[in-house]
């Protein structure tokens, strides 16, 4: 689904990632880890096509996503590629249900959208919340609502950057149970940023950074 060739990033002086070559297939979970300021947040960017890379090509299907123009992109990141964050950037006047809506507001919205929306609610546990904003939520709500938002469109891939860092490590680990099981019946391309080598020992494939540099292992 994802192949990545000679890949590298910088920011003026700064090379933060260096000539990175990887592929991921559809259904697989990865983890990328790696002390601060070792890329892996720029990673995910650019392969969430959220940033260009200097040198290389991305492949995503077999389509490279930096050769279209900016609204192509536009409407074919919204259509593939799902996002969560450490902060979950929720709307604050705007319900839940209307947050997690956002996403299909960009293009054609689909007519089912509602009835999706108020489907990944429930399979989060969120159905009694849909009413409410995002500041009578907890941490560990908002989040949830994030991953429904990111889930709307049915993208293939779902890239999450650091999802549980700002959590208690109870309301962590049920993010985290949340994540695999929502991967397993969507069946999408998971890969997640984190600093929690216990998480990360949990996904198919452990990417390590150091320097822009990455290793490889398979948990499996």
Partial sequence: MIKISNLSKDYGSVQVLRNISLSFTDGTSVA????????????????GTLEKPNSGRVEINNTDPFTLSEPELARYRNSVIGFVFQD????????????VLVPTFAFTQQPDATQRAQEILRRVGLSHRISH????????????????RALINQPSILLC????????????DTIA???????????????????????????????????????????S
Avoid: M, W
Wanted: charged fraction near 20%; include cysteine; glycine fraction near 8%.
């Fill in 32 to 47: 990328i880890t790696g002390p601060s300021g070792s890329g892996k947040s720029t990673l995910l960017h650019v392969i």
């Fill in 88 to 99: 979950h950037h929720l709307l604050p006047q705007y319900s839940v249900l209307e947050n």
């Fill in 133 to 148: 904003r995002p500041g009578e939520l907890s941490g560990g709500e908002r989040q949830r609502v994030a991953i429904a």
């Fill in 161 to 172: 950057d650091e999802p549980t860092g700002n959590l208690d490590n109870a309301t962590s």
């Fill in 177 to 219: 149970d949340l994540l695999f099981e929502l991967h397993r019946t969507e069946q999408n391309l998971l890969i997640v940023v984190t600093h929690n080598l216990e998480l990360a020992s949990r996904f198919q494939q452990h990417i390590q950074l150091t320097d822009g540099i990455c290793s490889i292992d398979n948990n």
